[in-house]
């Protein structure tokens, strides 16, 4: 027993120390500051959850997982729905257990997916109305539901000292008459749910019919929720809508898969032209704080991974480039090799982009500079390498060539800011057959670029210098 008081002794004290490290430091000395202010909106009492809308009712597949995929994206720490998220029993000659079984097979491989716990909550998709042609399509969806989520078809929960409160709209919408959607037991329970948690900050409802609202158990209901504060949430509708009501806010949320209620969009699908009346996929993030929730609703398609595009799936071919590690645009990439050293063998690819036609051409790896009766004809390209004071650079190629007039060159340019070091390499100035070339240049200062050049100098148009193998490396 000593050893576990110790333990949580340290623990406690462990944590004092962790709680006194400052949040935030900075080695800014001046009275000004190149910052507004530093009200960190940290506030440990306060959290953010997503709420899911409505997937059933005409789905349009593959919304409502993606919603969640890109609900994981934004770290809420808990996910709630508004009902919806089964197809039900909706045909005649499917009236069975196994048909509904098979719908939350589906929908808990959605769910599964969530990195944050999910809270389903019952809508008359999940749990259906008894009516002509479905006389116990309440009790089998209902039994359905019990075998996947418990018993309790309505419940509550508290987080950080906010009541959520769950109810099933479709209460009583079994066989009895008349059919109504929160019955006397689950008023009750409700009423003393709100008694026994009446010190809490907030209440939050989440219920599925907001046509509930007009009817005697919810009006019953709001003469204990306008004591205190409370907001509400509500789907079905398939639009979304945010209503005013005893000076509180009651939203109807739209979808994340199911139809629109007058869709405008080509295949049954959300539109621009269907915005302003409320018709869109989307997820609503909310964040409670001290003065209530702050709700921001966030279309599907607004919410895309880092991956959207990458280098390999970019049309952009400017920035694709990008991906390789470099200092421009034309630049040959670096690797590391097993022993520590930089080394780079120049690609074709790069070789295409720097080599104009005019200079000469490539193909399969060699480089042709053709000599067009001027000073100079060359392709140039950046070396993305460490460069600092102290290392050497070996420079080894292949070159073939046949010189008529000039003179050809391999060289590499070293250049400290606006200032030009040096040029280093040798020149082939006969024709020759496949001829390497090494060169070794010491980088004796910290070096911010290094160039290396293809260069035909003085060449008339019938000298040409082909090179294959090009390959930079750091040497002792």
Partial sequence: ????????????ATAVVMAAEPVFTH???????????????????EFSFVIIPDRAGGERRG?????????NMLRPEFIMTVGDLIDGMLKKDR????????????????????????????????????????????????????????????????????????????????????????????????????????????TLIFMHHPGAWNQAAFLELEKDLVKRNYTVFAGDWHHYVKFRRHNRNYYVLATAGGCGSGPRGKDNRPSLLGMEHGEFDHIA???????????????????????????????????????????????????????????????EKLLKKVVKKSAGTVENGVVRIVGNNEKRNWARFNLNMPSPAGKKI??????????????????VR???GTKTLAYDGPYVTATQDWTKVS???????????????????????????EVRNLVFEEVK
């Avoid at 259906?128 to 089998?140: H, S």
């Avoid at 990458?310 to 049309?315: D, G, P, R, V």
């Avoid at 004796?444 to 019938?462: I, S």
Wanted: hydrophobic share 35%.
């Fill in 63 to 71: 919304v409502f997982p993606a919603a969640i995929k890109k609900a």
């Fill in 285 to 347: 993030y909310v964040t409670v704080t001290k003065k209530g929730p702050v709700v921001a609703n966030i279309l599907l398609d607004g919410i895309l991974p880092d991956d959207v595009v990458t280098h390999e799936t970019s049309k952009n071919k400017h920035r694709r480039d990008m991906n390789l590690p470099r200092m421009s645009q034309k630049t040959a990439p670096a690797v590391t090799t097993a022993d520590g050293k930089w080394k780079m063998e120049v690609p």
């Fill in 95 to 202: 009236q069975t257990h196994d048909y509904l079984r098979k719908q939350w097979k589906e929908l808990k491989s959605f769910t599964a997916t969530s990195e944050a716990p999910f809270f389903y909550v019952v809508g008359n998709h999940d749990i259906g109305r008894t009516r002509p042609g479905f006389p116990r399509a309440n009790e089998t969806t209902r039994e359905v539901w019990e075998e996947n989520c418990g018993k309790q078809t309505y419940y509550s929960f508290v987080y950080k000292n906010v009541l959520f409160l769950c109810l099933n709209t479709m209460s009583g919408s079994d066989s009895r008459k008349p059919q109504c959607a929160i019955v006397p037991e689950q008023l009750e329970w409700a009423k003393n749910e709100l008694k026994k948690h009446s010190d809490v900050r907030w």
């Fill in 394 to 411: 070996r420079v080894t190629a292949e070159v073939k060539s046949h010189i008529n007039k000039g003179k050809f060159q391999l060289a």
């Fill in 1 to 12: 027993m000593k050893k576990t008081i110790f333990a949580v002794a340290t623990i406690v």
């Fill in 439 to 465: 060169m070794v240049i010491p980088l004796n200062q910290k070096t911010d670029n290094l160039q290396c050049y293809l260069m035909a100098l003085d060449m008339d148009d019938q000298s040409w210098a």
């Fill in 414 to 416: 070293r250049i400290n």
């Fill in 27 to 45: 080695n800014v000395t001046s009275e000004k500051k190149p910052w507004t202010h530093e009200n960190f909106l940290n506030d440990p009492d």
